[in-house]
C-alpha cells in the first residue's frame, strides 16, 4: 500500500512538472498536449477513481499556484474534466461486475489499453470545451480556428496517453495484477 502511494505521489508530481515545463516543447503547429491528463488517465483506468480523484486535485492545485491561467480554473477543471473520465472508463470493481451479473446484463469491460486513450481524450475534451465557453463568454467570436485547435488537442493528448500507458502501467505494477486475478 505504501509503495503504491509513493509510485502515485511521483507519478502526479512527475505529471505537474512536464506539463509545466515541457508541455510547450512538444507542440505540434503551437498547440501542446495535456501531458497530465495523458498521466491521470493512465492512472485512472490503471488505479481507479480514488487516486485520479488525488493526483487531479494535487496536479490542478499545484498549476493553479506556480501557473495561474484563470482564477481557480485549474483548481476546478482539472479534478472535474477527470472524474468525469473516471466515470466512463475506469475498472469496474468485481463488485459491480456480480451485480451485472445476478441482473441478467452482460458483464464485460473493454480493453484497458483502449480505455485510456478514450478517457485522456474525453478530459482533454471537456477541458478544452470549458476554455472555449470561457473565450466565448469574454467576447471572441469563435470560429474554425478555435474548435480546430482544441480537436488538435484531443487528438494530442489521446495520442500521447496511448503510447506513455505501457511504460507506466508497468512501473506501477498493474499488469502483476492482472496476472493475479
Known amino acids: 500500500m505504501l509503495s503504491k502511494l509513493l509510485k502515485v505521489s511521483v507519478l502526479t508530481l512527475l505529471a505537474y512538472l512536464l506539463q509545466a515545463t515541457t508541455a510547450e516543447y512538444l ?43 484563470l482564477d481557480y480554473l485549474a483548481l476546478i477543471l482539472y479534478p472535474v474534466c477527470c472524474m468525469l473520465g473516471a466515470l466512463a472508463f475506469s475498472d469496474k470493481s468485481e463488485r459491480r461486475l456480480e451485480e451485472e451479473r445476478a441482473a441478467g446484463r452482460r458483464a464485460r469491460q473493454w480493453n484497458p489499453h483502449i480505455r485510456t486513450p478514450l478517457c485522456a481524450a474525453l478530459s482533454t475534451a471537456v477541458f478544452e470545451g470549458v476554455n472555449l465557453i470561457y473565450v466565448y463568454l469574454s467576447g471572441v467570436a469563435l470560429d474554425g480556428g478555435h474548435f ?18 505501457f511504460p507506466i502501467r508497468w512501473w506501477l505494477g498493474v499488469y502483476k495484477l492482472a496476472k493475479a486475478r
Not at 38 to 58: D, Q
Not at 148 to 165: E, F, K, M
Open 27 to 69: 507542440s505540434i503547429w503551437d498547440i501542446a498536449p495535456s501531458l497530465a491528463l495523458a498521466i491521470i488517465a493512465v492512472a485512472t483506468v490503471g488505479l481507479g477513481r480514488k487516486y485520479t480523484f488525488l493526483m487531479s486535485l494535487t496536479v490542478g492545485y499545484l498549476l493553479e499556484i506556480m501557473l495561474p491561467m
Open 148 to 165: 480546430g485547435r482544441a480537436l488538435v488537442c484531443v487528438l494530442y493528448t489521446a495520442a500521447i496517453a496511448a503510447v506513455i500507458q
